[in-house]
Nanobody, 126 residues
Framework: QVRLVESGGGLVQAGGSLRLSCVVSGGTFSSNAMGWFRQAPGKEREFVAYIGRNDGTLDTDSVKGRFTISRDNAKNTVYLQMNSLKFEDTAVYYC????????????????????WGQGTQVTVSS
C-alpha cells in the first residue's frame, strides 16, 4: 500500500514563500512520477507540476518562474517550493503518485495518478 502525506501548508502574505513536502511510504518511490495538484473553493482540481523518475519536470503556466518541483529519492519525498505567492494560489494542495506510466502518459491529468495524499491548505492573504 502506498501512502502519501503532505505538510508545509499554512497562511502567508502575498509575495511570501512556502515549501510543501510530500513523504511517500510503500512502493518504489524512485520509479514513480510525482505530481502536485490544487483545488480552490468552488473550482475544479487543477494541475500544478510534475516530476518524472528521471527528474524531468513540467509546471503549469500560472506558476512558471515562481514554483519549483523537486524530489529526494533518498528521503522518499517530493517538494513544491512556492515563491512570490499570490492570492489566487490559495487552495488545498495535493500530491499524487503515478506508479506506472510511459512516455505517452499525460501527467497533467489527475486520472494518470494512482495514489493521492490528503491535502494541505495554503492560504495567501492579499
Amino acid at each position: 500500500q502506498v501512502r502519501l502525506v503532505e505538510s508545509g501548508g499554512g497562511l502567508v502574505q502575498a509575495g511570501g514563500s512556502l515549501r510543501l513536502s510530500c513523504v511517500v511510504s510503500g512502493g518504489t518511490f524512485s520509479s514513480n512520477a510525482m505530481g502536485w495538484f490544487r483545488q480552490a473553493p468552488g473550482k475544479e482540481r487543477e494541475f500544478v507540476a510534475y516530476i518524472g523518475r528521471n527528474d524531468g519536470t513540467l509546471d503549469t503556466d500560472s506558476v512558471k518562474g515562481r514554483f519549483t518541483i523537486s524530489r529526494d529519492n533518498a528521503k522518499n519525498t517530493v517538494y513544491l517550493q512556492m515563491n512570490s505567492l499570490k492570492f489566487e494560489d490559495t487552495a488545498v494542495y495535493y500530491c499524487a503518485a503515478a506508479t506506472f506510466y510511459t512516455r505517452s502518459t499525460n501527467l497533467r491529468r489527475g486520472s494518470s495518478y494512482d495514489y493521492w495524499g490528503q491535502g494541505t491548505q495554503v492560504t495567501v492573504s492579499s
